[in-house]
T-cell receptor, first 109, second 119 residues
Framework: QKEVEQNSGPLSVPEGAIASLNCTYSDRVSQSFFWYRQYSGKSPELIMS????GDKEDGRFTAQLNKASQYVSLLIRDSQPSDSATYLCAVLAGTALIFGKGTTLSVSS | DAGVIQSPRHEVTEMGQEVTLRCKPISGHDYLFWYRQTMMRGLELLIY????????DSGMPEDRFSAKMPNASFSTLKIQPSEPRDSAVYFC?????????????????FGPGTRLLVL
């Protein structure tokens, strides 16, 4: 069974710090990876996608992928209180996304 | 575009009652997905459709759950009879075909969810 694992947290960082969120997956053939952000009581929203090994940067967010290690991460630079949310890692398996249970991030001002 | 629309947004019912959740996908999207989210199990895929045809229902927990997509703009998820352990947030999502995850990052777009409480 395909699995996506995340540390549930909570991960607490002070405002302005770098938050590092990690995810591992079991399906070696997976080629597409996504990070979703979910605010409390809201639906998940896509914030990053990555398909190739290495880093992908978008504003304060950087996604990192290492297919050999089956590992994907999300770095949030200059963390803001508005970044406080649950971050879901998702892996594309065929035409369906498999989600991790999410890591809760808390950014204190 | 209005995005994925779900109704009702909240549902409180008693054990044994039938529950019907509704979803309208984004116009033009060929794939529709139903998810369930709980604290214990996270976000789980229940079933998904391609061009109104169910493709994978392996995530449907048991026969009490059924889903239909009679046309491209409407889907239902039905629970009959409902049980307290069905209490969760149910999300509908849609995406374009082909969902290759290529350049542009096309992915699934989620509706606001239906919060179901079975007493």
């Amino acid at each position: 069974q395909k699995e996506v694992e995340q540390n549930s947290g909570p991960l607490s960082v002070p405002e302005g710090a770098i938050a590092s969120l990690n995810c591992t997956y079991s399906d070696r053939v997976s080629q597409s990876f996504f990070w979703y952000r979910q605010y409390s009581g809201k639906s998940p929203e896509l914030i990053m996608s990555i398909y190739s090994n290495g880093d992908k940067e978008d504003g304060r967010f950087t996604a990192q992928l290492n297919k050999a290690s089956q590992y994907v991460s999300l770095l949030i630079r200059d963390s803001q209180p508005s970044d406080s949310a649950t971050y879901l890692c998702a892996v594309l398996a065929g035409t369906a996304l498999i989600f991790g249970k999410g890591t809760t991030l808390s950014v204190s001002s | 575009d209005a995005g994925v629309i779900q109704s009702p947004r909240h549902e409180v019912t008693e054990m044994g009652q039938e529950v019907t959740l509704r979803c309208k996908p984004i116009s033009g999207h060929d794939y529709l997905f139903w998810y369930r989210q709980t604290m214990m199990r996270g976000l789980e895929l229940l079933i998904y459709f391609n061009n109104n045809v169910p493709i994978d229902d392996s995530g449907m927990p048991e026969d009490r759950f059924s889903a239909k997509m009679p046309n491209a703009s409407f889907s239902t998820l039905k629970i009959q009879p409902s049980e307290p352990r069905d209490s969760a947030v149910y999300f509908c999502a849609s995406s374009l075909f082909p969902f290759t995850g290529g350049v542009g990052g096309e992915t699934q777009y989620f509706g606001p969810g239906t919060r179901l409480l079975v007493l």
